[in-house]
């Protein structure tokens, strides 16, 4: 990381830049009102600190030992506004900031009618921005893929009912991308990439994605311990993107016997992620649970975890649902779980800002 004097010149920070580069890494910059801050991607070991710190217009030159520096709270130390997380704009809703933010809408879109229904449904509910699957991974082939699946006119059908019932209910709208092929004509239509548990470590989905400018909301791998989710989120933040939305949605359940659950919920995670990044941390009650009776529970005891919000899977009519039928909730009960996430969250909010 190289710290910029307040009063660096555009070309001095343009020589830093370039010898980074001649030591074969790239540079991510922050400029701040007050200072620029230059972080390192590659491997740091190439480059000579001391060389660095002489060179005119810096201030401090020094190695970040973590595999997500620019995503850590090391870095965004020397940003404007240090030592508050971040807040992702969408439109006029705010992740990250005070109110704790709801992503509602069905597991899979199924047809106009049936996304202008829930869509009117969550909106109701209050939930601030709309989801729906167009790609959907599923373990099984022989099972529903989403409409996108069908090919590419189908795939744009169904992202335009997206982008028309988000403008109709004033939310922003949110899709997977499964695979890099998807990347270009979903960007087209929503205003924040998912990218899914399955595909945490393709990275080269990650930097496509990053590519688009736009905030992704990046899921936990089942499998991925914390340190691994950070070091994937950090590719996207390498592509100059750090409008990166961490969503946590449950680990693979241990021990022999049934579960109950078709995830492990790791809450625990949430505090322990905003301990290193600065990024927000939203949960995911539907798919960690897999059931629809833990949702309200689930989802007052994230909030009280600290999450920035929470996405969930919403359905007027959950056992007619194509896909997740038995983890969804009603329009009516994504109310009462908003409503209960709000006053859990006004009564510890100012406390849990303090740890
Ligand atoms: C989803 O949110 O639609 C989804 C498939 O979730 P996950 O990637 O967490 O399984
Ligand atoms: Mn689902």
């Known amino acids: 990381m190289i710290i910029m004097k307040a009063d660096a010149t555009p070309e001095q920070i343009k020589h830093v830049v370039k010898e980074i580069k001649r030591h074969g890494l790239r540079a991510d910059i922050s400029r701040g009102e007050y200072k620029t801050v230059i972080g390192l991607i590659g491997d740091e070991r190439k480059i000579p600190f ?29 940003f404007e506004g240090a030592g508050e997380g971040m807040v992702i704009k969408v439109g006029s809703i705010e992740i990250g900031g005070y109110e704790p933010i709801f992503i509602a809408g069905p597991c899979a879109v199924e047809s106009k009618a049936q996304l202008f229904k829930i869509a009117e449904g969550v909106k109701q509910a209050g939930a601030h921005i709309l989801r729906g699957g167009i790609f959907k991974p599923r373990s099984s082939v022989h099972s529903f893929q989403g409409l996108g699946s069908a090919g590419q006119e189908e ?44 595909n945490m470590y393709d990275q080269d989905l990650l930097a496509k994605a990053a590519k688009k400018g736009k905030p992704v909301l990046f899921k936990r791998h ?36 049934k579960s109950y659950t078709r995830y492990t919920l790791d809450l625990a995670a949430v505090p322990a992620i905003q301990k290193e990044t600065y990024l927000p941390v939203l949960v995911d009650p539907s798919h960690s649970t897999g059931r629809r009776d833990l949702i309200f529970n689930m989802s007052c005891a994230a909030i009280a975890a600290g999450a920035s919000g929470l996405m969930i899977e919403v359905h007027y009519n959950p056992q007619e649902a194509l896909v997740d039928g038995q983890q969804m909730i009603t329009p009516e009960e994504l109310r009462d779980v908003i409503s209960a996430c709000q006053r859990i969250h006004k009564l510890i909010a100012p406390e849990i800002n303090k740890n």
């Open 50 to 78: 001391t060389h660095f710190a002489a060179l005119p217009g810096v201030r401090e030159a020094m190695m970040v030992e973590t595999p997500y520096k620019l995503i850590s709270w090391e870095y965004s130390r020397f």
């Open 155 to 198: 795939a744009e059908e169904a992202l335009t009912w997206l982008r028309e019932a988000g403008k109709k209910f004033e939310m922003p709208v949110i899709t997977e991308i499964r695979g890099e092929t998807q990347v270009d004509l979903v960007a087209e239509y929503v205003d924040i990439l998912q990218i899914g548990a399955r």
């Open 222 to 257: 089942f499998g991925a311990g914390i340190e691994e989710f950070l070091s994937f989120a950090e590719y996207i933040a390498a592509e100059g993107n750090k409008d990166i939305i961490l969503c946590e949605r449950g680990i693979i359940p241990i021990g022999k016997g």
